[in-house]
Nanobody, 115 residues
Framework: QVQTVESGGGLVQPGGSLRLSCAASGRLFSIFFMAWYRQAPGKQRELVAQIASGGSIYYADSVKGRFTISRDNAKNTVYLQMNSLKPEDTAVYYC?????????WGQGTQVTVSS
């Protein structure tokens, strides 16, 4: 059973922008912090940003000032607007709660930043 579906990734040049979307199950979305994670080849999965149901937000230092997380509670959807992308942002991006629940990991969406 699919619990989260990420979309919006792609290939973009350095300095470009992408907007990721994640449709999550209602149960997950209503109870937990929602977050975006990423995993680059050969590296551990890391927390990129999180947003509480009430709106409080956290960003990793590496994306602060470039990425914006938001959520639409009516649509059970969380977004990640990524601007000024860098090659080091290349990774598979996932959404989940924070702390993450194993059963809610989806397939992720690939973001590749390259010229």
């Amino acid at each position: 059973q699919v619990q989260t579906v990420e979309s919006g990734g792609g290939l973009v040049q350095p300095g470009g922008s992408l907007r990721l979307s994640c449709a999550a199950s209602g149960r997950l979305f209503s109870i937990f912090f929602m977050a975006w994670y990423r995993q680059a080849p050969g590296k551990q999965r890391e927390l990129v940003a999180q947003i509480a149901s009430g709106g409080s937000i956290y960003y990793a230092d590496s994306v602060k000032g470039r990425f914006t997380i938001s959520r639409d509670n009516a649509k059970n959807t969380v977004y990640l607007q990524m601007n000024s992308l860098k090659p080091e942002d290349t990774a598979v991006y996932y959404c989940n709660s924070n702390p993450p629940l194993q059963e809610y990991w989806g397939q992720g969406t690939q973001v590749t930043v390259s010229s």
